[in-house]
């Protein structure tokens, strides 16, 4: 992929969030994201004490 791609990307992934930040959906989607951030981080550990062990 060369860089014009990855700022198309970027470009993409700015506008959406800009939809969802400047609507009420935004927290809605915080809501949402902190619950999947503490799963995400309990898989994680456990991954890791699986490794350790």
Known sequence: MGI???????????????VFGFTGIASAFAGIAKILFYILLFIIL???VMIIL
């Open 4 to 18: 014009l791609s990855w700022i198309i990307i970027c470009l993409v992934i700015a506008a959406v969030a800009a």
């Open 46 to 48: 456990a991954l890791v």
